[in-house]
C-alpha cells in the first residue's frame, strides 16, 4: 500500500508512525496538498491527506479510517481490548486529535490568507480550544513508564506523541511545556524510537 | 449515555442515528459550540461536538471514535465484517465525512466572520474538493435497495445520507441533485425511515 501525504501533517504522521509499529510495510509518497495540488489530485481528487492508496488501487482517506483499514487487514492494533481501557484511550486520541484540529486551524489562518483577511474572534476560540484539549491529555497522562521507551506506546501514546509535537514545532511556546510536564516527557521519549526518528515531521 | 450537539452538525446526526439504529438508548441535550458555548464548555472544556457523555461519566469526542465506542460496548455495529466490503465502506466514509468537512468550512467562512475578512481562494478550493468528493460518492454507489427501503442501513449509507442532506439544507442546489441522483434517491429513502425521522436535521 501507499500513504500518501507529508509527515508536517500530524494525521499523515500518526498513520505512518502506526503502520511502522505495526510491522505493516508501505510505500511513503510526501506530496503535499498545497504546493503539489494536482499531483495529489490525480490519485485523489479530493486531495486529502492522508490518503491511503490500498494494494487494489483503491483510495481511503481520514487518518482513523486508514487505520481501521490497516486493523481490519492485519489483524494487528495499537488499541487496548478491554472495554475500559479502550474508552479511555478513545478520549485521549478524541482529544489529540482536537489538538490537532485546533492547530492546523491557526496554521491556515495565518498561513493561507492575507493578514487583512484574518479573524481574530476565530482565532482567539480556537486556541481557548486547543488549550481546553492539552489540559485535558496532560491530566489523563500517567507518566511515561517503561513501556514507552521499550516502544510498546498504544494508539493514544502515539497520537498524543504527535499532536504535540506538531504543535511545538508549528507554534513553538504557544502551549508551554513547563505547564504539561507529562506531555513534554512523552513526545521526548517517543521522538527517540525508531519509528518517530524514522518518520520526523518534514 | 449523554449525546451533546445539534442535529444540524452532520457529525453529531450520523452519531445520533447510528446509536438509534443500533438500538442503543441515549439522552440527547442539543447544546450548541456557539450560542450557548460557556454550558458547553462545562461538559466538554474542548466544546466539540459531537461530545458523549458516557455511562460513568467520561467525555468521547470525534464522532467517528464515538460509534467505535459505541460497538466496543454493545458488540454490535453497522459496518460490514467482510474485509472487502469493509474497505469500501471506509472508502465511502472517508468520502462522505470529507464532504461534510468542507460543507462546514463554507458555512463558517461565511457565518464566522464579517464579509471583509472572508477569503475567496480559500473558498474556491474547498469548494472543488467537495465537489470532487460528492462526485466520488455518487460513482460508488449502487441504486438504493430494497434493503435501505426496509431500514437496515449500514454505516457507509448514513454517513452518506446524512452529508448529502445536510450540504443540500445549509447551500441548497451547490451541488445539484440532478448530477447525483443516486445520492439523492438514496437521501430521499433513507429520511422517509423512522431513525431519520425522530432525528431530523435541525
Redesign the interface.
Known amino acids: 500500500m501507499e500513504l500518501i501525504g507529508m509527515l508536517d501533517s500530524p494525521y499523515v504522521r500518526r498513520v505512518a508512525i502506526t503502520l511502522r509499529l505495526l510491522d505493516v510495510p508501505f510505500v511513503h509518497r510526501p506530496l503535499s496538498v498545497f504546493s503539489t495540488f494536482d499531483a495529489f489530485?490525480r490519485i485523489n481528487?479530493?486531495?486529502?491527506a492522508p490518503t491511503l492508496v490500498?494494494d487494489d488501487g483503491?483510495?481511503?482517506?481520514?487518518s482513523?479510517?486508514?487505520i481501521?483499514?490497516v486493523e481490519?487487514?492485519t489483524g494487528r492494533s495499537l488499541m487496548p481490548t478491554d472495554?475500559m481501557e479502550?474508552?479511555?484511550a478513545?478520549?485521549i486520541?478524541?482529544?489529540a486529535?482536537?489538538a490537532c484540529e485546533k492547530t492546523v486551524q491557526i496554521v491556515y489562518e495565518h498561513g493561507?490568507?492575507?493578514p487583512?483577511?484574518?479573524?481574530e474572534?476565530?482565532l482567539r476560540r480556537v486556541r481557548v480550544?486547543r488549550a481546553?484539549?492539552y489540559?485535558?491529555l496532560e491530566a489523563e497522562l500517567a507518566p511515561p513508564s517503561a513501556a514507552t521507551a521499550a516502544g510498546s506506546l498504544d494508539q493514544a501514546a502515539v497520537t498524543t506523541a504527535v499532536a504535540w509535537h506538531f504543535t511545538q514545532r508549528m507554534q513553538p511556546g504557544e502551549i508551554d511545556p513547563l505547564r504539561h510536564p507529562r506531555l513534554a516527557a512523552l513526545s521526548a521519549a517517543a521522538e527517540q524510537l525508531t519509528a518517530f526518528r524514522a518518520l520526523p515531521h518534514a
Do not use: F, N, Y
Not at 481528487?45 to 486529502?48: I, L, Q, R
Not at 483503491?58 to 481520514?62: I, R
Not at 487583512?116 to 479573524?119: C, F, G, L, R, T
Open positions: 489530485s481528487p479530493v486531495v486529502k490500498c483503491q483510495t481511503l482517506m481520514d482513523t479510517l486508514i481501521d483499514h481490519s487487514m472495554r479502550r474508552q479511555r478513545l478520549r486520541v478524541g482529544l486529535l482536537a493561507l490568507r492575507p487583512e483577511k484574518m479573524h474572534p476565530w480550544q481546553a484539549a489540559e485535558a
